[in-house]
């Protein structure tokens, strides 16, 4: 049964009200999460290279460091998400933190490569738990007309935070090269974990939640901080929602529903585009180094042994935090355009883009002199098309979509399902790529990476609809999404 006129009143308040203070405060700490989220997925990459000349790890063992947090992201975001649900927003917002703060603390001390792996893990745990928490908290605070904005607007902090680790890599690098940099690189971000985490145990539990769940006393409460000129008015609708909720015969949802008729359609739309699309993402980072291999080619040579190295890893760690600069460029067209065009329309232009772009680097590949070098002028371009494309389209939307296609009792788990099976993607991509490189080369991976792309527009327009903004609570039994 949907929701009755007291309970649309209360959602119709919220998605009205006037931006405030505590709507910056629940956005600013969402995406400090993400921001850490970014962070400390990339650190790694950095770090790799210290720790082969520390430890001296094997094939195997260095590809399980790489990975690990991808894997733990995978557990982490579809336990949070039903958890999230289960328990409250709130509760897992502040744990999820802690754990952040302690695996990443403890990543910086640990003694061994195996017990790097399991803090790495863990960290990634709790990096993919954020996901369903971050996405869920932003979009029951934020008004219906700036919900796009604001869920891309703390999504694009990932990119800040890759960004950051790229900067910080350099800075720690130029200021003190030495190979236990490393252990200040996997640690740097427990300090801002903890400043989040004691603000995060000041933000109330999301009044949606506690509405779909009958705490209408709770709800009121909470919604009066956001609206407070409605204060008296919603506390009396919520009262009578209390007094008459027992005639009510509602329907429980739980997580056997994602894969019911009734919203089979949303979850395809929601989990596959964006498991394809991380395919794609990760796997496209192993063909960075074409790039930056002719900024450090001349490093190592300059100066030999150990300082090449680390000096290696430096101008390499350069080189990314150029390229990420389109990340962001491509997350700020986005915000601009996300309430104008509509969610489906830039997914799919997205997409194109991205395909396009692998299109560009199979060329470069295949146009190679004799030297079999590719052209560098198409390697850039093709990189920047992917990189801009992707963030302007499904990198962005796939995140809004999960928040929005689902009811708040579902929610949360929805958007863990999607985050989790992305990571999965993306886990298969670190895996599979490199050896699909080796026995096809070059621009056989690249060219099934552009058909990723294509599959991933393909599912997007055969399952799309539009949400416009609106969470399915604000729809009424006669509206039609966008289909």
């Known amino acids: 049964m949907g929701q009755s006129s007291n309970q649309q009143a209360l959602n119709s308040a919220l998605d009205v009200s006037p ?8 956005w600013w700490l969402s995406a400090m999460g993400v921001f850490l989220d970014g962070f400390d997925l990339f650190i790694i990459g950095i770090a790799l290279p210290l720790l082969v000349i520390q430890y001296h790890p094997s094939n195997v063992a260095l590809g399980l460091v790489a990975a690990a947090a991808s894997v733990g992201a995978i557990f ?3 336990a949070g998400g039903v958890l999230t649900d289960r328990w409250g927003r709130k509760s897992i917002y502040v744990l999820d933190m802690l754990f952040v703060l302690v695996f990443s603390l403890g990543s910086a001390f640990t003694t061994s490569i195996a017990s790097l792996i399991m803090l790495r893990f863990l960290v990634g745990v709790s990096i993919g738990a954020d996901y369903p928490i971050c996405a869920s908290y932003v979009s029951e605070f934020m008004p219906a007309r700036l919900r796009g904005r604001m869920l891309i607007s703390a999504f694009s902090f990932q990119a800040l935070g890759m960004m950051a680790a790229a900067c910080a890599g350099v800075i720690l690098l130029k200021i003190h090269p030495a190979v236990g940099d490393w252990r200040w690189m996997l640690g740097l971000s427990s300090g801002l974990a903890l400043v989040v985490l004691l603000l995060r145990t000041s933000v109330p539990e999301s009044a949606r939640w506690h509405l779909e769940h009958g705490h209408f006393k709770k709800a009121a409460d909470i919604a009066a901080l956001i609206v407070p000129e409605k204060k008296e008015i919603l506390r009396e609708l919520m009262e009578n929602e209390a007094r008459h909720i027992e005639k009510i015969a509602e329907k429980k949802l739980g997580y056997a529903d994602l894969f019911a008729a009734k919203y089979r359609r949303r ?5 596959v585009p964006w498991f394809l699309l991380d395919i794609a993402t990760y796997g496209i980072g192993i063909f960075t180094p074409v790039i930056l291999a002719a900024m ?9 042994g150990l300082a090449g190295k680390i000096l290696k890893d430096l101008h390499a760690t350069e080189g990314a935090a150029f390229i990420d600069v389109f990340l962001v460029l491509g997350f700020i067209l986005n915000i601009a355009c996300v309430e104008r065009f509509g969610r489906i329309r830039l997914q799919v232009l997205g ?5 396009a772009g692998m299109a560009l680097l199979a060329l470069a590949g295949s146009s190679s002199g004799p030297s079999q ?14 990189n801009v494309t992707m963030n302007f389209g499904p990198n962005a939307t796939t995140f809004i979509l999960p928040a929005e296609l689902f009811p708040t009792k579902i929610r949360a788990s929805a958007h863990g399902l999607a985050a989790g099976m992305a990571k999965f993607g993306a886990a298969l991509g670190l895996f599979f790529l490199p050896s699909f490189k080796n026995h096809f080369g070059i621009v056989a991976t690249v060219t099934a990476m552009s058909l990723v792309a294509l599959l991933g527009l393909i ?25």
């Open 19 to 26: 931006l405030r203070a505590i709507h910056w405060k629940i």
């Open 76 to 78: 982490g975001a579809l």
């Open 267 to 271: 979850t395809v739309l929601a989990v």
């Open 296 to 304: 450090v080619a001349g490093a190592s040579a300059q100066s030999p």
């Open 351 to 355: 997409f194109a883009g991205m395909a």
């Open 373 to 386: 070098t590719p052209h560098v002028t198409l390697v850039f371009l093709g990189f920047i098309l992917f």
């Open 459 to 483: 599912v997007t327009v055969a399952t799309r609809i539009e949400t416009t903004g609106h969470t399915l609570e604000e729809l009424h039994p006669g509206d039609v999404l966008v289909e």
